[in-house]
């Protein structure tokens, strides 16, 4: 049990540095945007220069959308109720599951109360079944 845990804490430490990683590729990549903007913002615009630097940016962000593409990737298997050794998300879903379920059927069991004792639980004049004639 302990080694499981020991898997699923180095799992979590790793994703979260893949995280800042990425994070630091989406803040080189907006500099190089604003190189580019910056270039391009000159009385005399060096094409190549705008160029390689557009190209730079346009790498860099391909790069971010890859590893951020493979994050949402991971997250949405471990939200999805499928298993996974750190989710706890389809045990939270099936104890509401279970709760809605115990709510109704303690509303069910109040109204058969109701209806097969009324002298415990008094129900109002307006609430009780019409007799037939």
Known sequence: MAKR????????????KA??????????????CGQVIGEL?????SEKNAVKLTDKFLKEIDEVEGALTNQIH????????????GSVYGQLKEMEQMATAQGSANLRIKKLMEITHPDKFPVPDGCRPQKPN
Do not use: R
Not at 23 to 30: N, T
Not at 41 to 45: A, D, F, N, S, V
């Open 5 to 16: 845990e020991a898997i699923s804490s180095l799992d979590t430490e790793g994703k979260l």
């Open 74 to 85: 991971y997250l949405s298997q471990v939200t999805c109720s499928t298993t996974h050794e």
């Open 41 to 45: 913002g000159t009385e005399k615009i």
């Open 19 to 32: 995280l800042d990683q990425i994070e630091k590729q989406l803040v080189s990549a907006i500099k190089n």
